[in-house]
């Protein structure tokens, strides 16, 4: 077991479903809101991500934000919504993700983490001893941070694939990168 290494890879948060937890036995689920859910120049949720939380929690799934941004961001984010949620969450400390799920009524078996980051929430729920699953990044910021924490991430994926090559690769990205992209470019046509 590796702290960065995910249990599941998903091309986009989407594509993960209520029927797939309960096979899991997954009852609660932790979301990282940037770059997994939207990108951060997008201060709201939109209509599919509002219809699979909705999916999620009408299956009976807990659903709850965990975020390491600030409160306005999350606040905003979660507002329309109402969900649970934790923001200067400090992953991958554990603290608030277990005090979160617990409130939930999860346990570290029955609690998944959804993030786009191996070092911050594939870590953080792999301390907390509970499921990963990791999507690419919708929009990457291009800083030197942050091209060097994916570089790191390369070399991970690179040995999780060699082992778990039936899993969806993130190296390939995001959908929703493709769609904001094409929106851009009809948008400047
Ligand atoms: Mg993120």
Redesign the pocket.
Known sequence: MSLFTPHYTFRAYFHLTADFLKEQGINTLLL?I???LAPYEQPLPDERLKAWLSSLCEAGIAVAFLSNNHSERVELFNGELGLGCRYDAHKPLTGRAKALFRSLGGTKKTTAFM???IFT?VCCARLCGARAFLVP?IWDRRDRGTRFKRRLERGILKRYYKKHPDQPDVREGNPITEEIREQMESEHT
Do not use: A, I, S
């Open positions: 990282d940037d770059n997994t993030g786009d980051q929430d990044p």
